[in-house]
C-alpha cells in the first residue's frame, strides 16, 4: 500500500532553516508529481509547491517563492521541502501528497 512519511520538522526561530523529508513507498515514486501542503491553526489546509515526476519542474505558491525549495531523489523515494528564511506564518503540520495520498504531516514551529 501507499505510505508517505514526513520528518524533518521542528521548533526554529524566525529567519531560520528547515528541511522536511517525505520518503514514500508502495507505488512507483519516480512516476508522480508530489505535492506539499500545510495547515497552520485556525486555518484550511494550503498548497505549498509541487514537483513534477521527473524533478525538472516545480512550482510554489507566492508566500513562500525565494524561500522554499522543493527536489526529489528518485533513487531514493524522496521528496525534500528546503525551507529557509522561516517566518512565524510558516508555523503549520506540513503534509506530502502524492498519487491521492497523504503522509500524517510533521509540525514546523517559527517562534523566538
Known amino acids: 500500500q501507499v505510505q508517505l512519511v514526513e520528518s524533518g520538522g521542528g521548533l526554529v526561530q524566525p529567519g531560520g532553516s528547515l528541511r522536511l523529508s517525505c520518503a514514500a513507498s508502495g507505488f512507483t515514486f519516480s512516476e508522480y508529481a508530489v505535492n506539499w501542503y500545510r495547515r497552520a491553526p485556525g486555518k484550511e489546509r494550503e498548497w505549498v509547491a509541487q514537483?513534477?515526476?521527473?524533478?525538472?519542474?516545480?512550482s510554489y505558491t507566492a508566500s513562500v517563492r525565494g524561500r522554499f525549495t522543493i527536489s526529489r531523489d528518485n533513487d531514493k523515494n524522496t521528496v525534500y521541502l528546503q525551507m529557509s528564511s522561516l517566518k512565524y506564518e510558516d508555523t503549520a503540520v506540513y503534509y506530502c501528497n502524492a498519487k491521492g495520498n497523504w503522509g500524517q504531516g510533521t509540525q514546523v514551529t517559527v517562534s523566538s
Open positions: 514537483i513534477f515526476a521527473s524533478g525538472r519542474s516545480t
